[in-house]
């Protein structure tokens, strides 16, 4: 069904502008062209959190809070391992899923920190790439309240990921 689902769809969505006598061709141009409006107003926020998360990756900056964390995370049950995981992932996606596959390949993927990990990974957002991209590009300035919302939701999903990673095992 799924091969066959995307056709279907495009067929259905051409058939009814046919119908309606929408000018195809012109309505996907001009949606092409906000495309890449929105994609030129999204980059260079793109770019500025992508170099601060390298920053503060390489600055050794994200272990340092890690450890610093670890005394206060093992009251909760959260492994020193994942908390550079809980401190990236409102920032970047990409990195922590990096670093999930590398407690996965270190501890191997049926271990409890692999699966506290993936359920941190799966049930969180990057809040702060989310305000900073998409708030940045609709020039959207006041987020504190956003920012609150998001991170409080964060916290909650990475304790709870706990619970859910216990009963797992």
Same mark, same amino acid.
């Given at each position: 069904?799924?091969?066959?689902?995307?056709?279907? =769809?495009?067929? +259905?969505?051409?058939?009814?502008?046919? !119908?309606?006598?929408?000018?195809? !061709?012109?309505?996907?141009?001009?949606?092409?062209? @906000?495309?890449?409006?929105?994609? /030129? #107003?999204?980059?260079?926020?793109?770019?500025?959190?992508? #170099? #601060?998360?390298? /920053?503060?990756? &390489?600055?050794?900056?994200?272990? @340092?809070?890690?450890?610093?964390?670890?005394?206060?995370?093992? $009251?909760?049950?959260?492994? &020193? @391992?994942?908390?550079?995981?809980?401190?990236?992932?409102?920032?970047?996606?990409? +990195?922590?899923?990096?670093?999930?596959?590398?407690?996965?390949? @270190?501890?191997?993927?049926? *271990?409890?920190?692999?699966? $506290?990990?993936? =359920?941190?990974?799966?049930?969180?957002?990057?809040?702060? !790439?989310?305000?900073?991209?998409?708030?940045? &590009? %609709?020039?959207?300035?006041?987020?504190?309240? %956003?920012?609150?919302?998001?991170?409080?939701?964060? &916290?909650?999903?990475? $304790?709870? *990921?706990?619970?859910? %990673? *216990?009963?797992? $095992?």
């Amino acid at each position: 069904m799924a091969v066959w689902l995307m056709p279907v =769809i495009i067929a +259905a969505v051409i058939a009814i502008g046919l !119908y309606k006598k929408v000018n195809i !061709y012109e309505t996907l141009t001009d949606g092409a062209k @906000e495309g890449i409006q929105t994609w /030129v #107003a999204i980059v260079p926020h793109l770019v500025i959190m992508m #170099a #601060a998360v390298a /920053v503060f990756r &390489a600055s050794g900056a994200a272990a @340092e809070l890690a450890s610093w964390a670890a005394p206060v995370l093992s $009251l909760f049950g959260i492994p &020193a @391992e994942v908390a550079p995981l809980a401190l990236i992932r409102p920032i970047s996606g990409s +990195a922590t899923l990096a670093m999930l596959d590398q407690l996965m390949q @270190e501890h191997g993927p049926d *271990s409890y920190i692999a699966k $506290l990990a993936a =359920i941190m990974q799966g049930s969180t957002d990057t809040t702060l !790439y989310v305000l900073a991209v998409y708030f940045g &590009a %609709a020039g959207i300035k006041k987020t504190g309240d %956003a920012l609150k919302i998001g991170l409080m939701a964060d &916290a909650a999903a990475f $304790l709870f *990921s706990v619970i859910a %990673a *216990s009963w797992l $095992l």
